[in-house]
């Protein structure tokens, strides 16, 4: 595909016109629900939400690429504040999910990361502080996500980068990824991880029928594969500042903590490389998502991961059961604690100023 300056500017020029105007976005809806804790108000920042830039279409044509599909539920538009309004989100940290762009050669791969951060860029800018964006960089040249990264967070103002738990079947613990890793640490930004369904770990077809196990089972496998990775291969001791937020509570990982912790101990083949236990790292370098859906889930949390660790997401605009009134309601957190998972630890991991 041929590529020139003019087409961008015109396919920029598209995305930013099709934003609202300052104002609307920030409006509040006369519905809008407050969140209380012990009576007083409580801000709400939620870290999974999907969101995609149909415009990135006009990138495609004559590439391999040119038949990729957008939800358009996932679209940008008025009725996401009117949605967040009704539910007492305060902020949502927007961030494209799909990674369909892993397959993009160097030269179509930085012209899509560019248009989708600049399109995230320009709506957080007329949002009247009601979204923060992550970069969707191109994890399969890592030197150049590196510098997507550092262009999304020093001229655009965005948050962090948003990742898939592996890049086409390759484990992002390989030092091939050190640049990214190494830059992500450097400006001092989370990275959110979201699976694409364990297509990197599960034979295809395998999770096909009922229950739609290549979400029920798929996506938290994958996070699961992905952050123990970063553990056992040392990742995350090349990289003691490196922050990770995991999607869907962490996957199986905090169930199976336990097993987890004695792996090194008792298995003789595990050839781990970490320099401190598992749970360590859950308590210091690795949040997750409060996608549990249920009070003694969100208790078991808690037990394993600590407060500090966890944050309100919401995965929108899928119909999942929101966990806000779980974590308001709580009987085994206190009104300091439950404050901090809905709003207060990412507003620090973020580093929102509200």
């Known amino acids: 595909m041929s590529w020139n300056r003019r087409k961008f500017i015109g396919v920029m020029g598209c995305a930013a016109?099709?934003?609202?105007?300052?104002?609307?976005?920030?409006?509040?809806?006369?519905?809008?629900?407050?969140v209380k804790i012990a009576g007083k108000r409580a801000t709400v920042i939620d870290i999974h939400a999907h969101c995609v830039v149909p415009e990135v279409q006009r990138l495609l044509q004559g590439t391999e690429m040119s038949t990729v599909k957008f939800n358009p539920k996932q679209a940008l538009d008025s009725s996401r504040v009117v949605q967040m309004d009704r539910r007492g989100i305060d902020i949502q940290v927007l961030s494209i999910n799909r990674f369909w762009w892993y397959r993009a050669d160097a030269q179509l791969a930085s012209s899509i990361v560019r248009l989708h951060d600049q399109h995230l860029a320009q709506w957080c800018a007329n949002s009247a502080n009601r979204f923060?964006?992550?970069?969707?960089?191109?994890?399969?040249?890592?030197?150049?996500?590196?510098?997507?990264?550092?262009?999304?967070?020093?001229?655009?103002?965005?948050?962090?980068?948003?990742?898939?738990?592996?890049?086409?079947?390759?484990?992002?613990?390989?030092?091939?990824?050190?640049?990214?890793?190494?830059?992500?640490?450097?400006?001092?930004?989370?990275?959110?991880?979201?699976?694409?369904?364990?297509?990197?770990?599960?034979?295809?077809?395998?999770?096909?029928?009922?229950g739609d196990l290549n979400n029920i089972i798929g996506n938290p496998l994958e996070t699961t594969v992905f952050l123990s990775d970063l553990i056992f291969n040392g990742t995350l001791d090349r990289f003691p500042q490196l922050k990770i937020c995991a999607a869907h509570a962490g996957g199986f990982l905090p169930s199976y903590l336990g097993?987890?912790?004695?792996?090194?101990?008792?298995?003789?083949?595990?050839?781990?490389?970490?320099?401190?236990?598992?749970?360590?790292?859950?308590?210091?370098?690795?949040?997750?998502?409060?996608?549990?859906?249920?009070?003694?889930?969100?208790?078991?949390?808690?037990?394993?991961?600590?407060?500090?660790?966890?944050?309100y997401g919401s995965d929108t605009p899928f119909n999942w059961p929101d966990t806000i009134d779980i974590i308001a309601n709580a009987p085994f957190l206190n009104s300091k604690e439950k404050r901090a998972i809905l709003g207060g630890n990412l507003t620090r991991l973020l580093r929102l100023a509200i």
């Not at 105007?21 to 409006?27: E, K, P, Y």
């Open 17 to 34: 016109g099709s934003l609202p105007a300052t104002g609307l976005i920030g409006a509040v809806e006369p519905g809008r629900k407050t």
């Open 259 to 311: 097993r987890t912790e004695v792996a090194c101990e008792v298995r003789s083949r595990a050839n781990c490389s970490n320099r401190k236990s598992p749970s360590d790292y859950l308590k210091d370098q690795i949040s997750i998502d409060s996608m549990i859906f249920s009070s003694e889930g969100l208790r078991h949390l808690v037990a394993e991961v600590g407060v500090n660790q966890i944050v």
């Open 132 to 210: 923060a964006a992550l970069s969707s960089v191109a994890l399969q040249f890592p030197q150049l996500a590196a510098q997507q990264l550092d262009y999304a967070v020093n001229k655009l103002g965005l948050k962090g980068a948003s990742i898939a738990g592996h890049m086409l079947g390759e484990s992002l613990s390989s030092p091939r990824f050190d640049p990214f890793w190494a830059k992500a640490q450097e400006l001092d930004v989370p990275v959110f991880m979201h699976p694409t369904g364990a297509t990197n770990v599960v034979r295809e077809g395998a999770l096909d029928g009922p």
